[in-house]
């Protein structure tokens, strides 16, 4: 490589963009495995919880997913932990007060991103909405969630964190279990009112519990800091939306298998369904007949 002249200039150029070093120094090798280390965890780890409810989480593609992501997780830690500069900072984890606000923030993750998932299924298989009206129906809840966010900032700055989030995540935790409550008679006004009430807790607690984390990062390590809590994020919601599938997917089967046990041939349901069908497919039997023999004539 050339040390002088436009060659000296070109292969600066050229880091700054790509943002690896190209002189020989080791810089661009270390990057190089960090980048190959983190992109195998993640993309084993979130292609095992997509697949799992296909594919079984006890079958041999699912748990070699799992163990590739767990080996290459710690080779990427303990990378991470030798080098002077790294893609994603471990050593932000012995900050406790981060920590907390990594921990919270992955449960206010899956608090949102449960209600996403759930209630359009709910809403268009259940209550038989249109996906336009589905999307009408959440609109206030992000606009809420949105409202809130500069006014939670506000009271953050006079009162503190622990106030905000305890109000928040409290007020999530109430209106999450009274969605249990939801059936087919649920009104659609109620369920927009009902979000947007959660969405006011979402939208106290998920700005002070990043901006109580970052205030306790050096100023020099926010950007590393910044790069843990996205990470953090992603995967929390990707293993939340697993988890929730898994559990609606149980209870289906569960509840399938209760109703029919209900379901006999001795059953009066079942005589009831029987003659039913009988009468349609006797009615389509006969206007089939009837087109048959041509249009009616007087």
């Not at 992501?69 to 994603?88: A, D, Y």
């Not at 209550?127 to 589905?134: A, H, I, K, N, S």
């Not at 999307?135 to 606009?143: E, N, R, S």
């Not at 409550?181 to 939208?203: E, K, P």
Request: net charge positive.
């Amino acid at each position: 490589m050339k040390k002088n002249g436009w060659g000296f200039i070109w292969e600066n150029e050229k880091s700054k963009v790509t943002g690896i070093d190209c002189c020989p120094n080791g810089a661009a090798f270390n990057r190089l495995h960090q980048v190959i280390f983190s992109a195998a965890a993640c993309f084993s780890l979130l292609l095992a919880l997509s697949e799992g409810q296909d594919r079984g989480w006890t079958s041999q593609y699912i748990v070699t997913l799992f163990l590739l992501s767990g080996f290459t997780m710690i080779c990427f830690v303990m990378w991470e932990l030798s080098v002077p500069n790294p893609l994603i900072d471990i050593r932000l984890l012995k900050n406790p007060v981060l920590v907390a606000s990594l921990t919270a923030t992955c449960i206010s993750t899956i608090a949102l991103f449960s209600v996403v998932f759930l209630i359009p299924i709910y809403a268009q298989n259940m209550l038989g909405f249109t996906p336009m009206e589905t999307g009408l129906m959440m609109m206030p809840m992000a606009l809420v969630t949105g409202f809130m966010m500069p006014i939670s900032g506000k009271i953050f700055d006079k009162f503190g964190a622990f106030g905000l989030c305890f109000c928040g995540m409290a007020l999530v935790t109430v209106i999450t279990y009274h969605l249990h409550n939801l059936s087919l008679d649920t009104d659609y006004r109620y369920l927009q009112i009902i979000l947007s009430v959660r969405a006011v807790g979402l939208g106290l607690a998920t700005m002070p519990l990043t901006t109580a984390g970052m205030n306790t990062v050096p100023r020099m390590l926010v950007g590393r800091a910044t790069a843990l809590n996205n990470t953090v994020r992603q995967v929390s919601a990707s293993m939340g939306i697993a988890y929730l599938t898994y559990v609606m997917l149980q209870r289906q089967a569960y509840h399938t298998a209760v109703l029919s046990e209900n379901v006999t041939l001795s059953s009066p349901v079942t005589g009831m369904m029987v003659a039913q069908m009988q009468g349609c497919l006797a009615g389509r039997a006969w206007w089939e007949t009837l087109q048959s023999r041509g249009p009616l004539k007087y």
